[in-house]
């Protein structure tokens, strides 16, 4: 892909996904505070055969937000692989190539998947207490174990990266020091 | 009808839905200063209880006793009615936002 095409698709996504996680994010909030503010406490002493009414409504919540949630992601995915072609071009090597496109784009998505989760799960995580608390905690334990997952092959591809940048540096270097050398003898 | 309409019609329709829960949130949490206000937010309650009393008492003969008993199962009932609706009506609204929003970035 040509440098143009990636400034252009970048910007695309950009115009097309970011309104889009605005409305999602802000109506799992929405979503949420009905729950959390609204339909929970309403039905703290209710219960259907035993099982408590706030605890039916909170697996009602956490699936609609999870349904967002999914949404959410996806067009975090398109956000981020904008940004990722954008930093190659402004930041990364001399012509962009897919490789280095991809791992700048690997390198965004890590970072901003796990803050995006993270937030979430204080959301999911304070309706979950409401049906179990050991539920709670076993996905927090699963979400920081992801998480130290992606963080590490994020850092893994940004170091890639830097390790050829620095490759080609050096080359560039090697290059001068050998003209220099050459037109002074 | 073109997604606008659509996506108000979708909006008043949440706020039909959510409002009777939350007004009834509100004044079971009432507590003002102002003698008058209170005392007709108790009475509002109270009646409304005693609606679900009346109608729980009309169907007890018909509610299973391991469900609980009918004025708690016809409150759990309306509540995740709500709350349903409420889940539907708001995926329903972001689905029609993002039609909105893809045809706004066509336009751009």
């Known amino acids: ?185 | 009808m073109t997604h606008k309409i659509i996506l108000i019609i979708q909006i008043v329709l949440l706020i039909i839905v959510i409002l009777p829960f939350v007004t009834y949130a509100q004044l079971d949490n009432c507590n003002s200063t102002n003698e008058y206000i209170q005392n007709g937010a108790d009475v509002t309650i109270i009646i409304i209880n005693n609606a679900f009393y009346y109608i729980g008492s009309i169907l007890e003969p018909y509610v299973p006793s391991e469900l609980g008993t009918a004025s708690d199962l016809l409150k759990s009932c309306i509540l995740i009615t709500g709350m349903l609706l409420t889940a539907i009506i708001i995926m329903l609204i972001s689905w029609t936002s993002s039609k909105i929003v893809t045809q706004w970035a066509m336009e751009q």
């Open chain 1, 1 to 185: 892909m040509s440098e143009e095409q990636i400034k252009i698709e970048s910007q695309r996504e950009i115009n097309d996904s970011f309104p889009k996680l605005v409305v999602y994010s802000s109506i799992a909030i929405i979503i949420y505070l009905f729950a959390k503010m609204v339909f929970v406490p309403l039905g703290k002493n209710l219960s259907v055969a035993g099982i408590s009414t706030s605890s039916i409504i909170s697996v009602i919540a956490i699936f609609t937000i999870l349904i967002l949630l999914w949404s959410i992601l996806r067009e975090i995915r398109d956000i981020c692989n904008a940004i990722g072609g954008l930093l190659a071009l402004n930041l990364g090597r001399e012509g962009a190539d897919d490789d280095e496109v991809m791992h700048y784009q690997k390198a965004v998505k890590g970072f901003v998947y796990v803050f995006v989760v993270v937030i979430v799960f204080m959301f999911i995580g304070s309706l979950l207490i409401e049906i179990s608390q050991g539920a709670a905690g076993l996905l927090l334990i699963l979400i920081f174990i992801w998480a130290v997952i992606t963080l590490y092959s994020a850092g893994m591809a940004i170091s890639a990266e830097i390790e050829a940048t620095a490759s080609e540096l050096a080359k560039k270097m090697e290059k001068n020091t050998t003209e220099k050398v050459e037109t002074d003898y």
